[in-house]
């Protein structure tokens, strides 16, 4: 550790470990003390400012996602926090803000982390918004660029869309010049999705490409957005032109996609899947560092945003990963530590 200026360890440092996997998420998960030693040569100590509960977490906890890590583990696949200390050899100043490496147990007051996976944050800027950065805004802009190239002017439909994934998308297909088709399914969500900018929103339902082509003028669809899974997959696919691709890239009915044969064959339908994972894995580090330098000032001037029900302390995991996996939230799950 750096001697130049005296640091005292902070006496009490808190996790969110599991140490099995259930299908309660809540049962599994519980908050500890622990402690950490000075950062070695090359370590940054790190406060955690801010991390969210995403969906793919609480999967990760009943052992449903795609990506599990061994056990035991520490909860928490994002967000935010400030240095408060450095080992040998590091130049990232103390007290700058940064990204925690993705999949580092974030659910976390402190945690140890190698200086050079640090991505440093600008100092204005909400942190608990600025926790959700490295997952949902890069998923919402890659589907809108991957699958199809969208002429400014062009309609996107999605469902799920008043997840954090579906306002970020609408507020970046906005600056893009694209129109939304946005599908929910429930009435009261509506209104949410409008105040982001959605340019039509419906609720979901077995006559919506019908409600769709009345809202659109019959407007030629060619990217549908998926995130629901089962029949929802199918009115997406309904609701788009011949030849249009519907991009999956979340179940949460917990439903396999059900598309129609008559949809592949006679509308010459294409499903897709999308996984951010994938992505980070054949992205350039350009590519990467061009994206998110994209969407941090973005982010950090509250021109993206996701909505917030409510934020938790780590000592009430349990409440909080209640609240995160219970449908009809107002917005997101975020874990503030004390
Ligand atoms: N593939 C990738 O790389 C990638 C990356 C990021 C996120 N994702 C996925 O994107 C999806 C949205 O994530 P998020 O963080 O944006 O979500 P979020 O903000 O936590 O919102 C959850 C959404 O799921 C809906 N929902 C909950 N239970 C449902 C059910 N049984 N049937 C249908 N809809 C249901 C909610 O609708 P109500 O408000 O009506 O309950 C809400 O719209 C998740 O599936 C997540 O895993 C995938």
């Given at each position: 550790m750096s001697h130049?200026?005296?640091f005292?360890?902070?006496?009490?440092?808190?996790?969110?470990?599991?140490?099995?996997?259930?299908?309660?998420p809540q049962d599994v998960i519980e908050c500890v003390e622990f402690t950490l030693p000075a950062p070695a040569a090359g370590e940054a100590l790190v406060q955690v400012l801010a991390a969210p509960i995403n969906p793919s977490d609480v999967l990760t906890l009943t052992g449903q996602y795609g990506a599990l890590p061994p056990l035991p583990a520490v909860g928490g696949n994002e967000g935010i926090?400030?240095?408060?200390?450095?080992?040998?050899?590091?130049?990232?100043?103390?007290?700058?803000?940064?990204?925690l490496p993705l999949a580092c147990g974030t659910w976390s007051s402190h945690l140890l982390a190698s200086a050079s996976a640090l991505i440093p944050l600008p100092d204005e800027g909400d942190a608990v918004q600025l926790s959700m950065l490295m997952v949902n805004p890069p998923t919402a802009a890659l589907l809108l660029s991957e699958f199809v190239t969208l002429e400014p002017g062009e309609w996107v439909i999605q469902n799920t869309a008043n997840s954090a994934v579906g306002?970020?998308?609408?507020?970046?297909?906005?600056?893009?010049?694209?129109r939304t088709v946005n599908v929910v399914r429930r009435a009261d969500a509506i209104a949410g999705v409008q105040a982001a900018g959605g340019d039509v929103v419906l609720t979901d339902g077995p006559d919506l490409a019908t409600r769709v082509a009345e809202a659109t003028n019959g407007a030629k669809i060619r990217l549908g957005i998926d995130a629901t899974g089962g029949s929802a997959t199918e009115r997406i696919a309904r609701s788009l032109m011949v030849g249009g691709t519907v991009v999956n890239y979340g179940a949460m009915s917990g439903e396999a996609c059900k598309i129609a044969a008559a949809s592949f064959i006679f509308r010459d339908i294409t499903l897709r899947g999308f996984w951010l994972a994938f992505w980070f894995r054949n992205a350039t580090p350009e590519q990467q560092r061009a994206l998110y330098a994209e969407l941090v000032p973005l982010v950090a001037h509250g021109v993206l945003y996701a909505p917030v029900q409510r934020t938790y302390p780590l000592s009430a995991i349990k409440d909080a990963v209640i609240a995160a996996a219970t449908p009809g939230r107002t917005g997101k799950i975020v874990l503030v530590p004390e």
């Open positions: 130049d200026t005296p005292v360890m902070p006496p009490i440092m808190q996790r969110a470990q599991y140490a099995s996997r259930g299908p309660v926090g400030r240095v408060l200390a450095v080992g040998d050899g590091v130049t990232l100043p103390v007290g700058t803000r940064v990204v306002l970020y998308l609408v507020q970046l297909a906005k600056r893009r010049g694209l």
